[in-house]
């Protein structure tokens, strides 16, 4: 348990987080997806909420295609888990990073002048 104020506030806030996608979740597949598999769908959703702080771009969605096809092996619906990814992940754009000097194609990164 942590002890520091600054480790209990980002625990309270983690804790909240996770609340929240699990009901944003449930909400949304409530009528849709079987009862039994709904805490499968809230996992997914905490994963592709991870994947997105921690990659951008292509990385972020070859991830996420790998992620649903490990769950679609399990038995998850496709549609219904492209729902949760458009749901949590905004609409990809390529960014094409170009200068003067060079261009040097598509990065995850931000692009330094």
Do not use: H
């Not at 480790?7 to 039994?36: G, Y």
């Amino acid at each position: 348990m942590p002890t520091d104020w600054s480790q209990k506030e980002q625990f309270r806030l983690s804790i909240d987080e996770q609340v929240r996608i699990e009901t944003e979740v449930k909400t949304m597949l409530v009528k849709t997806a079987p009862l039994l598999q709904i805490i499968n769908y809230i996992i997914f959703a905490k994963q592709i909420v991870s994947l997105r702080k921690k990659y951008k771009s292509e990385t972020l969605f070859n991830e996420m295609e790998i992620l649903q096809d490990f769950w679609a092996g399990r038995g998850l619906n496709t549609t219904l888990m492209n729902q949760i990814k458009q749901y949590y992940v905004p609409a990809y754009v390529p960014f094409v990073c170009t200068t003067a000097k060079f261009d040097v194609g598509k990065f995850d990164v931000d692009c330094f002048g």
